[in-house]
């Protein structure tokens, strides 16, 4: 029995059991995910996604929260992609870490658009579940050790409840220590 006890005063669900909380990508994610069942999603103001408001809000600790980015970078004229997750409490090493490991020049986020197109998710719901098989998706370990984390659902009107062993597990997932800053 997983208990989501993350969400503050929300209370949480299988997010299998609610594929109409979750962007179209998420779901087929979670379909061939072995531990679907410890996910959980919670529904919540589209108005109140931004990690800082929901917390407030919702009385969620910001220290579980965990923000997914999506990064780019060009070598030789090739885009290469990742998303990095780390806790809303830290910052990502965009121009440090993550651009050593895409191996390009110059690393910066992706514009919104761009992002969004290639996700198939909202701006501010950008999740690590379903994001492109292609991509790198880098983990800062603090994300990776955390019992429960609070993340995007592919949509701005609900959040995941989600264990970061299960996020390090993910397909194309890295741990990368000192990905965080």
Known sequence: ????????????????????????????????????????????????????????AYGSPLSASANCVVVSGRRSGEERLAACLVLATTRADV?????????????????????????????????????PAEWPLLLDGAVARAPELVVGSGIRGSKLLVPGSLLAALPGAEVVEGLAR
């Open 95 to 131: 121009n440090g870490v993550v651009r050593r490991r895409l191996d390009v020049r110059k690393a910066s986020f992706a514009p919104m658009d761009t992002a969004v197109e290639l996700t198939g998710m909202a701006y501010g719901g950008i999740t690590p579940i379903g994001l």
């Open 1 to 56: 029995m997983v208990s989501w006890t993350i969400a503050g005063s929300l209370a949480g669900e299988p997010a299998v059991s609610r594929p109409d909380l979750l962007a179209e990508p998420v779901v087929k994610a979670l379909a061939l995910l072995p531990d679907a069942d410890r996910v959980g999603v919670v529904v919540i103001d589209p108005e109140l996604a931004d990690t800082a408001e929901f917390c407030a």
